[in-house]
């Protein structure tokens, strides 16, 4: 593994095209991660319209990342648990729902983020 090529430019340029792709396919194959798409739209969009500051739109980036982070780790894991057991296993099933599980806590927590960043913003909306 010790390649002098893997250290050029155009290797790194390709690591960015292999990243890329693999971003293309998690959003192609992956249900959630549509729904991940719409929300991070809608929750930018929110975002200009409250005119954040730096710090609040510091969380809700943090926020955003860490939901993808966590669907793409699932989505890995979901295929490498496909290759190493194409038949049900239950150990298999197992690692599947876990790695969903930390989609559902990052979600969780994100969305508690932006109850805390847009809270104040919606109160003051609905006290003019």
Not at 67 to 92: G, I, K, Q, R, Y
Request: hydrophobic share 55%; aromatic share 14%.
């Amino acid at each position: 593994m010790n390649n002098k090529n893997s250290l050029t430019f155009t290797g790194r340029v390709r690591s960015f095209k292999y990243a890329f792709r693999g971003l293309k396919v998690m959003i192609v194959s992956q249900h959630n991660a549509w729904i991940h798409a719409l929300a991070t739209i809608a929750v930018v969009t929110v975002s200009f319209y409250f005119h954040l500051s730096r710090a609040e739109w510091c969380w809700i980036i943090l926020a955003i990342i860490s939901v993808w982070t966590a669907e793409a780790f699932n989505t890995a894991f979901e295929f490498l648990t496909d290759v190493a057991s194409p038949e049900f296993h239950p150990l298999a099933e197992k690692a599947k729902d876990v790695a969903a599980g930390a989609v559902l806590i990052s979600a969780i927590g994100s969305v508690l983020i932006g109850v805390v960043v847009f809270g104040p913003y919606v109160v003051s909306m609905i006290h003019r």
